[in-house]
């Protein structure tokens, strides 16, 4: 069964402290990875796709990465605007674009 | 990136009235595109999708008689929730998939049946 799993399940740091949330992945056959930024209330908004193995991607403070079995989603110098719940999905081989979600890490930054 | 709109954002209604929510991908044309709903504290859970000129596909679990879905344009997918009741209060969300598989989100519709 396709599954994705979300760690940690929620995430403190102090403002400038660096961190990694992983996403573990089964899925017979990938044809992406992806990840959102959800802010409270509000709609999930779009920030990587990943296609293959050793793909890596980068917009300001967040780098994501991909393997085989696992993504991870790097933060840098983390801050407080930063703070939302990051999800992570995957698609696997058919075509009918359903995304399999992850349950979410949940980022809060302190100043 | 793409946008994709909702409408309403917000809507109140009595126990067994009907409530349409209009999803619309604003700078694109999208052949497909899904609703989910979400409840407190938990990821997104997939209900249909929604394909332009075609029935659409419905998860298990989810009355499609209760949840009317129409797409009408390559445009416009809309999400009829028929005789509501309290349990279908829930924030409901719609997304449009590009080239390459990307879905971009609406910003969701909060329903409260009272």
Redesign the interface.
């Known amino acids: 069964e396709d599954q994705v799993t979300q760690s940690p399940e929620a995430l403190r740091l102090q403002e400038g402290e660096s961190s990694s949330l992983n996403c573990s992945y089964t899925v017979s056959g990938l044809r992406g990875l992806f990840w959102y930024r959800q802010d409270p209330g509000k709609g999930p908004e779009f920030l990587f796709t990943l296609y293959s193995a050793g793909e890596e991607k980068e917009k300001e403070r967040l780098k994501a990465t991909l393997t085989k079995k696992e993504s991870f989603l790097h933060i840098t110098a983390p801050k407080p605007e930063d703070s939302a719940t990051y999800l992570c999905a995957v698609q696997g081989p058919s075509n009918t674009g359903k995304l399999i979600f992850g349950q979410g890490t949940t980022l809060q930054v302190k100043p | 990136?793409a946008v994709?709109s909702?409408h309403p954002s917000r809507v109140i209604c009595k126990s067994g009235t009907s409530v349409k929510i209009e999803c619309r991908s604003l700078d694109f044309q999208a052949t497909?595109m899904?609703w989910y709903r979400q409840f407190p504290k938990?990821?997104?859970m997939?209900m249909a999708?929604s394909n332009e000129g075609s029935k659409a596909?419905y998860e298990q679990g989810v009355e499609k008689d209760k949840f009317l879905i129409n797409h009408a344009s390559l445009t416009l997918s809309t999400l009829t929730v028929t005789s509501a009741h309290p349990e279908d209060s829930s924030?409901y969300?719609c997304?449009a998939?590009v080239e390459?598989?990307?879905?971009?989100?609406?910003?969701?519709t909060?329903l409260t049946v009272l």
């Open positions: 990136g994709v909702q497909t899904f938990k990821s997104l997939l999708t596909t924030f969300i997304s998939r390459g598989d990307t879905q971009y989100f609406g910003p969701g909060r």
